[in-house]
């Protein structure tokens, strides 16, 4: 019997371990030939069907080992129901200032992530649009792959 509770309980434990922090939207968006230009705006559109809850808002860079440079520009705009259009700069680094790759990567491909909006509440239920933007002074940047948002509900 009491082995028969243990597994009971280490199977509760798992199961809202393996809940917690799910996330609520999660989309990736290639690019075309691992080029990204200015005019190319990755957008997200996400359905939020509670106001009343608290959401973090992620933002995924994919590249490769090729990249050129030791950071990302990146601009997001925002736009929703009761929500005054807003966009921001953002910088993601890439590499430390040795040179060497940061993030988790898979052979060649890279994959780093920045923390856009902590506990957010939206102001209202509906469909809202993220939009990202790369915002280097070269254009097109090369060997960048994938941009993703992920959205946790708390």
Request: aromatic letters at 14%; a neutral charge; glycine letters at 6%.
């Amino acid at each position: 019997m009491k082995l028969h509770k243990k597994v009971v309980g280490f199977s509760l434990l798992f199961f809202t371990l393996a809940c917690a922090n799910q996330p609520f939207y999660d989309v990736y968006k290639s690019t075309v030939n691992r080029r990204w230009h200015h005019h190319e705006k990755q957008a997200f559109q996400v359905h939020i069907h509670e106001n009343d809850a608290r959401y973090d808002v992620w933002i995924y860079i994919r590249h490769t080992g090729e990249y050129d440079f030791a950071n990302l520009f990146f601009l997001s705009h925002e736009t929703g129901p009761q929500l005054k259009d807003s966009s921001y700069r953002y910088e993601l680094k890439l590499s430390t200032p040795d040179g060497r790759w940061i993030g988790k990567n898979a052979g060649n491909l890279y994959e780093n992530k920045l923390l856009l909006k902590e506990n957010h509440v939206f102001p209202d239920t509906g469909i809202y649009t993220f939009e990202i933007e790369q915002n280097m002074q070269e254009n097109p940047i090369s060997n960048i792959t994938d941009i993703g948002l992920k959205i946790i509900k708390k």
